[in-house]
């Protein structure tokens, strides 16, 4: 019975990641026709989107290398782009924390915008899941997204440069966001974390190596805490 249910949570979590795929595809093409025109060939190109696995950080280091930025610098503004996962990772401890460490491991490496969004929303409306529900539901949200960006990220590399701009492919990455972040606006504190951050990437819009963004990160996650504790201390008092 458990290893149905947990099956069923698996399909659940694969129907809900399944819609990303028209993001993710349009998004990995992006990704592969920009490392050819970076100078990596494919072996590369497919070297770094399945180890590092993290759209924004490989384009952020792509660009700086481009650029020609020193290697510490590279590395530590990736790092500093992709620290939004920590942050993910800290919302889904105390929800899959107690999972055997390879299920988190595999959790870890697979844990992106996607599978999180859906995750941390489906955890929260039903917190009685299981610990193996919700690592099946986890595994199930990223089956969709994760095949389709490493195949897409090969067809970029490959087509490169002949792929046409008309076909407005950087058009990917802000629709999926605001895909994620909409299901998630349910109450006060979730808009106010959301405002703040909006609000800090815009005046740190020009930090150096994208700092910016951590900086808006921490920003909403303190606003959004302290919206929280407000709200629960006047719900104490009513």
Same mark, same amino acid.
Request: charged letters at 10%; aromatic letters at 12%; a neutral charge.
């Given at each position: 019975?458990?290893?149905?249910?947990?099956?069923?949570?698996?399909?659940?979590?694969?129907?809900?990641?399944?819609?990303?795929? $028209?993001?993710?595809?349009?998004?990995?093409?992006?990704?592969?026709?920009?490392?050819?025109?970076?100078? &990596?060939?494919?072996?590369?190109?497919?070297?770094?989107?399945?180890?590092?696995?993290?759209?924004? @950080?490989? $384009?952020?280091?792509?660009?700086?290398?481009?650029?020609? =930025?020193?290697?510490?610098?590279?590395?530590?503004?990736?790092?500093?782009?992709?620290?939004?996962?920590?942050?993910?990772?800290?919302? &889904?401890?105390? !929800?899959?924390?107690? /999972?055997? &460490?390879?299920?988190?491991?595999? @959790?870890? !490496?697979?844990?992106?915008?996607?599978? !999180?969004?859906?995750?941390? *929303?489906?955890?929260?409306?039903?917190?009685?899941? =299981?610990?193996?529900?919700?690592?099946? !539901?986890?595994?199930?949200?990223?089956?969709?997204?994760?095949?389709?960006?490493?195949?897409?990220?090969?067809?970029?590399? *490959?087509?490169?440069?002949?792929?046409?701009?008309?076909?407005?492919?950087?058009?990917? &990455?802000?629709?999926?966001?605001?895909?994620?972040?909409?299901?998630?606006?349910?109450?006060?504190?979730?808009?106010? /974390?959301?405002?703040?951050?909006?609000?800090?990437?815009?005046?740190?819009?020009?930090?150096?190596?994208?700092?910016?963004?951590?900086? /808006?990160?921490?920003?909403?996650?303190?606003?959004? /805490?302290?919206?929280?504790?407000?709200? =629960?201390?006047?719900?104490?008092? @009513?």
């Amino acid at each position: 019975m458990a290893s149905t249910t947990s099956n069923s949570f698996y399909w659940r979590g694969f129907r809900d990641g399944a819609p990303f795929v $028209f993001v993710a595809f349009p998004f990995g093409t992006l990704f592969g026709v920009f490392a050819t025109e970076a100078g &990596l060939n494919i072996v590369q190109t497919m070297a770094l989107t399945s180890t590092v696995f993290a759209g924004a @950080a490989q $384009f952020t280091a792509l660009q700086l290398l481009q650029d020609q =930025t020193p290697t510490a610098i590279i590395l530590v503004s990736a790092l500093a782009v992709n620290l939004r996962m920590a942050m993910y990772s800290a919302s &889904l401890t105390p !929800y899959l924390g107690a /999972a055997p &460490l390879w299920q988190r491991a595999a @959790a870890a !490496y697979l844990l992106v915008d996607q599978s !999180y969004a859906c995750s941390i *929303v489906q955890f929260e409306k039903e917190p009685a899941m =299981t610990i193996a529900q919700r690592i099946a !539901y986890f595994f199930g949200s990223a089956t969709p997204v994760t095949p389709v960006w490493i195949v897409a990220t090969y067809l970029g590399a *490959v087509l490169g440069t002949r792929i046409p701009e008309s076909w407005a492919l950087d058009f990917a &990455l802000p629709i999926a966001f605001l895909a994620m972040i909409g299901p998630m606006m349910r109450t006060l504190p979730h808009v106010v /974390a959301a405002l703040v951050a909006i609000i800090a990437s815009l005046l740190s819009a020009g930090v150096p190596y994208n700092l910016g963004l951590l900086i /808006a990160g921490c920003a909403g996650m303190i606003a959004g /805490a302290q919206a929280e504790l407000i709200a =629960t201390r006047k719900s104490a008092k @009513a």
